[in-house]
């Protein structure tokens, strides 16, 4: 039996439906080439600002056995470096997606307009969930300024554009949040990113592990799963039809994946597992879940895409 992992973002087709998270390993041109040549679906770069970034103090990432924890602060090297990447990227024949995470709304702006006429960019994805650059609060918590960035962001003709949200943890934020995309020629939602300002403690040493906000950072990996798995089945509930859903959040194996799939994702990201494996990780999850889909005699991600069944 052939089975295919083939699905679309927005319109745009991938060839399968596993991809990386913006964030780790997608900062330089070595790493956006590795992930070029690799079975990633996409090349998807790290966020990027107006000007080039050297991010926060180290250590500033961490991870054990459960996940990760991170405060990088938006390390980059600005958005002309990933606009002028985008025709070298033409070479590894899939999609290539620029994260954009202005410090201003203004920076989002010039950002957008002048990314607009590079044509080798697939897409954009808009950050409004970045937790660790000290006091700028995660744009996506605070729903009229979220209101205010997509009125003004889609005022112009531009690339496809995406958002990636940060977790919500209550019923009406889910509702709140999604009345308010679905005003918007948003082509899809990727769900979610880091679980902002967690702690994680070395016992030995009675300390934090990394250094900056005194320890808090952006939590990732097996911790944030079922938060992950949450954000993706509200928002595909939620949200228009012709709004897609990118899963990320806890996705380390073929049935984490298939996971995501059931609650509705069109594709999903690989964040901390990647970091951790490198991106041989594309191939192996690749791997299992079409063995998990041929057990299930699945052929294809439409067979089971969120279609995650209560109990009656
Ligand atoms: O660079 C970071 O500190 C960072 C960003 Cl931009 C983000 O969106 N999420 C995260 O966990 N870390």
Same mark, same amino acid.
């Given at each position: 039996?052939?089975?295919?992992?083939?699905?679309?973002?927005?319109?745009?087709?991938?060839?399968?439906?596993?991809?990386?998270?913006?964030?780790?390993?997608?900062?330089?041109?070595?790493?956006?080439?590795?992930?070029?040549?690799?079975?990633?679906?996409?090349?998807?770069?790290?966020?990027?600002?107006?000007?080039?970034?050297?991010?926060?103090?180290?250590?500033?990432?961490? +991870?054990?056995? /459960?996940?990760?924890? &991170?405060?990088? @602060?938006? !390390?980059?090297? *600005? #958005?002309? %470096?990933?606009?002028?990447?985008?025709?070298?990227?033409?070479?590894?024949?899939?999609?290539?997606?620029?994260?954009?995470?202005?410090?201003?709304?203004?920076?989002?702006?010039?950002?957008?307009?002048?990314?607009?006429?590079?044509?080798?960019?697939?897409?954009? +994805?808009?950050? /409004?969930?970045?937790? &660790?650059?000290? @006091?700028? !609060?995660?744009? *996506? #918590?605070? %729903?009229?300024?979220?209101?205010?960035?997509?009125?003004?962001?889609?005022?112009?003709?531009?690339?496809?554009?995406?958002?990636?949200?940060?977790?919500?943890?209550?019923?009406?934020?889910?509702?709140?949040?999604?009345?308010?995309?679905?005003?918007?020629?948003?082509?899809?939602?990727?769900?979610?990113?880091?679980?902002?300002?967690?702690?994680?403690?070395?016992?030995?040493?009675?300390?934090?592990?990394?250094?900056?906000?005194?320890?808090?950072?952006?939590?990732?990996?097996?911790?944030?799963?079922?938060?992950?798995?949450?954000?993706?089945?509200?928002?595909?509930?939620?949200?228009?039809?012709?709004?897609?859903?990118?899963?990320?959040?806890?996705?380390?194996?073929?049935?984490?994946?298939?996971?995501?799939?059931?609650?509705?994702?069109?594709?999903?990201?690989?964040?901390?597992?990647?970091?951790?494996?490198?991106?041989?990780?594309?191939?192996?999850?690749?791997?299992?879940?079409?063995?998990?889909?041929?057990?299930?005699?699945?052929?294809?991600?439409?067979?089971?895409?969120?279609?995650?069944?209560?109990?009656?």
């Amino acid at each position: 039996m052939s089975i295919n992992l083939n699905t679309t973002i927005g319109g745009i087709a991938l060839n399968s439906c596993i991809y990386n998270a913006s964030g780790p390993k997608c900062t330089t041109k070595e790493e956006l080439e590795n992930i070029g040549k690799s079975f990633s679906a996409a090349i998807l770069t790290k966020s990027s600002t107006l000007e080039l970034r050297e991010g926060n103090p180290s250590p500033r990432y961490y +991870e054990n056995d /459960l996940g990760s924890i &991170n405060s990088m @602060g938006l !390390p980059n090297k *600005g #958005y002309q %470096f990933y606009a002028d990447l985008a025709k070298n990227m033409r070479q590894y024949n899939k999609p290539y997606f620029v994260s954009v995470a202005g410090l201003s709304l203004e920076n989002n702006l010039t950002m957008l307009q002048d990314l607009s006429s590079v044509d080798a960019i697939d897409a954009i +994805e808009l950050n /409004l969930s970045c937790p &660790n650059v000290p @006091g700028k !609060p995660q744009t *996506g #918590y605070d %729903f009229e300024r979220t209101q205010h960035v997509l009125d003004k962001v889609c005022q112009f003709d531009q690339h496809t554009l995406g958002i990636k949200l940060p977790p919500y943890f209550d019923l009406i934020h889910f509702r709140q949040m999604a009345e308010i995309i679905n005003q918007y020629p948003i082509k899809f939602v990727t769900c979610v990113n880091s679980i902002g300002n967690g702690l994680v403690i070395d016992i030995d040493q009675e300390q934090v592990v990394i250094k900056p906000k005194d320890g808090f950072g952006g939590i990732g990996g097996d911790y944030i799963k079922p938060t992950a798995l949450a954000n993706v089945r509200q928002f595909y509930l939620l949200l228009r039809d012709d709004i897609d859903i990118i899963g990320s959040g806890g996705a380390k194996t073929g049935s984490d994946v298939f996971e995501h799939i059931l609650c509705g994702a069109s594709a999903v990201q690989i964040g901390t597992q990647y970091m951790k494996e490198g991106t041989s990780c594309f191939e192996r999850i690749e791997k299992e879940l079409k063995n998990l889909m041929l057990q299930k005699n699945y052929t294809s991600i439409k067979d089971f895409q969120g279609k995650l069944q209560s109990i009656k």
